[in-house]
């Protein structure tokens, strides 16, 4: 959690707002240019995104889900969810981070590892520890896949720097709440 300082119309008065971190799930119509629009409200007002994932998830309603992770303090994160909320091509926003049962997070990465050798071996050794898999191999390098939370995937990565990581492809996380309800 960071904190950020912002003052108000009273010279000598800071007000210190602490920031978050929320994972925004937003079922949306399945049409040309709603991504576009989702995107350009969080450009327009000068707000981040971490992570955005995107998917058709129910194909004869043609809905897609866009899962976004973004950082702003908690009035910041009311403003966007309720600017998402009145966009017309989407029917829900759910803020998985204030569920009452913690939603499921997950990413995955693909990692390029170049290495000979004893860095080959430790490669080999720091994958089975992670539970990630090798999807290529050449005499001189491996691409493991590697699902799970963010931190763990970040952790991964950070072990095999060393060992020689050319390229890191990952793709955003995908939440979905606990329980039998759906969004």
């Known amino acids: 959690m960071n904190t950020t300082a912002s003052t108000t119309h009273y010279p000598a008065q800071t007000i210190t707002q602490r920031t978050e971190t929320h994972t925004l799930s937003v079922l949306v119509d399945n049409e040309p240019g709603v991504l576009a629009r989702v995107i350009g409200l969080f450009s ?18 043609h809905l897609s889900r866009i899962t976004i ?7 910041v994160i009311e403003q966007i969810i309720n600017q998402l909320d009145r966009q017309v091509p989407i029917h829900r ?6 569920l009452s049962v913690p939603a499921i997070e997950r990413e995955l990465a693909m990692v390029k590892v170049r290495g000979k050798g004893e860095n080959r071996v430790e490669a080999l050794r720091l994958a089975d520890a992670f539970r990630a898999r090798v999807i290529d191999a050449t ?13 763990k995937i970040e952790g991964f990565i950070a072990l095999m720097m060393p060992l020689g990581v050319v390229e890191v492809s990952r793709t955003g996380i995908a939440a979905i709440s606990r329980g039998p309800e759906g969004m």
């Open 44 to 61: 327009g007002r000068g707000y981040n995104i971490d992570s955005l994932t995107v998917s058709e998830t129910e194909h004869q309603k």
């Open 69 to 75: 992770v973004t950082t702003g303090t908690p009035m």
């Open 93 to 98: 926003v759910v803020d998985m981070s204030t």
């Open 139 to 151: 005499t001189e390098s491996f691409i493991f896949e590697i699902t799970g939370a963010s931190a």
